[in-house]
C-alpha cells in the first residue's frame, strides 16, 4: 500500500508519480493487476490522462490498519520496522517497514477472502532489490466484513519472502521497456494500446530476420570445419608416416610441429583438493548482456 511520508529528498512520496516507477505500479506492468492496463499506466505516466482511483474504503482501511499491524509485528517479534523509501534509476520504493539491523523489509495487506499474493510478492522483489536485501515479511491481514478496525491478532498471517534476482531481472527488464514505450506515447500520443504494446517489435523483427540468415551460414561453416579437422588430421598422419617435415603448394606451406608436453593448471583437481581455499580466489567479473540463438532442426 502507498505510505503518506516523507524521506530526505522527497517533500513527499506521492509528488512526482510521473518521473518513477513504483511498487504499486509493478503488478500492473508485469500484466498481474486486473484493474488496470499496463497501456492505462503509461498514459498517466506521459500525462495523457489523469488516475482516476482516488482511494475507496478498502484503501482507507488498509491506511487505517498499517501502523497497527506494524507495531504489533515489532513488538511480538522485539523488531524495528519503520516505512521508509528509497529511489534511484527512475524506481521508487516505498516500504511499509525496513528494519536495517535485521535487513528485512516488511509489507503489510489487508485482504479479502480471495488472496492472490502474486501482485504483493512482485512489488516485494523490487523492494527487496533497491534496499539491497534477501528477505522480507509479507504481513496478510484479512478483512473483516463490517470493516471494523479493532487490531485482532487471529486474522495476521506472516509470510517470508525470499528474494528472487531472476524474478528481479524480469522485473527490471519491463521496467526498462516500459520506459521505452512511454517515451514512444508521448511522441506519438494517439497511439493505439495494440500499436504501443507492438513498439519496438518491427526492428526486433528486422534484425532477427538478419540473425537468422547468418546464423545459418554458420551452421554451414561449423559443418565445412569439421571436414576441414578431419582432412587435416589425414593430411598430419600422411606426413608423419612418410616423415615429411615440410611440404609447400602454390598457396600454403605446410610445417609438421613434432609430439611435445604442456604445461598446464589442473583447476578442476585444486577445486576438489582445496576447496575453501580456491573460494578465497574466485574472481567475480560483470559480464554484457546477451542473447542466445538456436537453430530449429528441421521436422
Keep these: ?17 510521473s518521473l518513477y516507477v513504483g511498487g504499486s505500479d509493478i503488478p500492473t506492468i508485469l500484466g498481474l493487476n486486473k484493474y488496470k492496463t499496463q497501456f492505462e499506466l503509461a498514459q498517466e505516466k506521459v500525462g495523457i490522462k489523469e488516475s482516476e482511483f482516488k482511494g475507496n474504503e478498502y484503501t482507507q482501511y488498509g491506511n487505517i490498519m498499517e501502523p497497527m499491524i506494524r507495531d504489533y509485528v515489532n513488538a511480538v517479534n522485539e523488531l524495528n520496522f519503520v516505512p521508509d523509501t528509497r529511489t534511484g534509476d527512475n524506481i521508487r520504493s516505498n516500504t511499509d517497514g525496513y528494519d536495517a539491523e535485521h535487513d528485512l ?38 478483512r473483516p466484513n463490517d470493516f471494523d478496525t479493532e487490531f485482532e491478532s ?6 517470508e519472502i525470499e528474494r528472487d534476482d531472476s524474478y528481479i531481472q524480469k522485473i527490471l527488464d519491463a521496467i526498462e521497456t516500459f520506459w521505452i514505450r512511454c517515451e514512444f506515447l508521448k511522441e506519438n500520443p494517439k497511439a493505439t ?16 530476420n538478419q540473425v537468422s540468415k547468418l546464423e545459418l551460414q554458420l551452421a554451414s561453416f561449423k559443418e565445412i570445419e569439421k571436414e576441414y579437422k578431419t582432412a587435416k588430421q589425414k593430411l598430419h598422419d600422411a606426413m608423419e608416416a612418410y616423415d615429411i617435415k615440410k611440404f609447400e603448394t602454390d598457396y600454403i606451406v605446410i610445417t ?6 604442456r604445461k598446464s593448471f589442473d583447476s578442476s583437481k585444486f577445486k576438489k583438493d582445496y576447496p575453501d581455499l580456491a573460494e578465497e580466489y574466485q574472481k567475480i567479473s560483470k559480464t554484457k548482456g546477451s542473447i542466445r540463438i538456436t537453430v530449429r532442426e528441421e521436422k
Design 193 to 208: 494500446e495494440q500499436e504501443y504494446l507492438n513498439f519496438g517489435q518491427n526492428e526486433v523483427q528486422i534484425f532477427a
Design 105 to 142: 523489509i516488511l509489507e503489510i495487506k489487508t485482504h479479502g477472502k480471495n488472496l492472490n499474493t502474486k501482485p504483493y510478492i512482485a512489488q516485494m522483489q523490487l523492494y527487496m532489490y533497491q534496499f539491497d536485501v534477501d528477505y522480507g515479511w509479507l504481513a496478510l491481514y484479512e
Design 1 to 17: 500500500m502507498t505510505n503518506l511520508i516523507k524521506d530526505k529528498n522527497e517533500p513527499n512520496v506521492t509528488n512526482h508519480r
Design 154 to 159: 487471529e486474522r495476521l498471517q506472516i509470510q
Design 256 to 261: 609438421r610441429v613434432l609430439p611435445g608436453e
